[in-house]
């Protein structure tokens, strides 16, 4: 049985109790046993028993210690505005916030809505508790998305983006964020570039969101205390300048000539756009390596952009030389683009990657060609155990290819399209 059920069952039983006290040890009895709790504000069962969720906070306070002594994990989601659902929405914020414990670790917070009145009131009210109550939290995965054309409208709703904003200053224990592009705003990059424990970052993108949120241009100045020092994992999936919004600056120091620590131990870097479809500035990976230079622990790199100018050898030797240590490298293709995607990377860019990165295990990537096979006599192959995953443009001999590639990585799988 779902926990929400068992404290259900628990406050209905405990009508026919005779006491308070007799009450609250039943319903007690019940919470502290759970670790999960999932709340669906869809669900009417939260509706219907909302005044016995009120009652019992009502008396437990006066009598015991906080709700759900043992709560780790607090599941929020809401599946759209269906006209049946509006009246439970209310209840189900509600009840979420007297389940809010100092033992939470984790809160996931998904929702599908139309209207930005829900984020400017009960959404914001709720994570305005979250932030005086979970000051412990560790984990915060914010996912709200829209029907067709709404999420240009969430961006107004500048009460939830401060409440985000206050939310993450306040939890000095973050270890992991997600929240969706629209959501960006000043005061919230400026708290999460300075928080000291922050190691996982994610930024989800709305399909239906056709411009970037509005966020003022980055200083120059170099900000007092670095640039997301603590940050190991970053996955943006955005528009081009969100992208550039969150990368480093090299310019950052320039004025003083001393460096400054822009995001030193990256590891895990993913970066996809779809810039071709909003008509954005053209990025090419040049650029993406100026901006990068400063990451010098990058050893998983995902990149699904369509560079301009395309891909070429020299800049895929460059990328190898920069990051000797990577071990996964990954160049996927946003399925809109799946027959339009350009490259100019060749089975050199193979030799490249076989030459530098010696503790590469995974590679993704399409080829204009496989026709250019030659090895120099001086070339040691590489020891690495990898999968490779290769798509040409243009089709190829197979057994010579193959036996390339053996020759670069004598133990590698692979998988040739």
Known sequence: MRAIYCLIRALRVGEYQQSASERVGRYAFCERYIQQLTLNAADDALFESLNEFILMHTLRTSTMGPALPKLITLIFTSPGDNEEWVLFTGAAYCIAS???????RELHYSIETNDPDILENEATSFFQAVSAICTGLSSLHISIESADGAADRFDMSQSFSMSISKTVAALPALFSFSFPEWAISDSLLSFLSVHKTLSQ???????????????????????????????????ISAHIETLKTFLPQPEWGAATGLPMDQMPMLEYLTLESDSEEYDEPW????????LLRTCRRITHLDLSINFRPPMSDAEIEVLA?????????????PDYRLGGFETNMTSTSLLHLATHCHSLTYLNTRLSNLEDLTIPTAFVSSPALITLEL????GFARVPVEAYLQRLWPTARLHLT
């Open 201 to 235: 970052l994610t930024v989800t993108n709305d399909e239906y969101q056709y411009c970037a949120p509005d966020v003022g241009p980055r200083s120059t100045q170099s900000p007092p205390t670095g640039w997301f020092l603590s940050l190991r994992e970053l996955s």
């Open 391 to 394: 798509h040409s443009q243009k």
């Open 98 to 104: 007297l389940c809010l414990s100092p033992t939470v």
């Open 321 to 333: 030389s920069t990051w000797p240590r990577l071990q996964s490298l990954s160049f996927g293709i």
């Open 283 to 290: 990025f090419s990976m040049t650029s993406s390596f100026h």
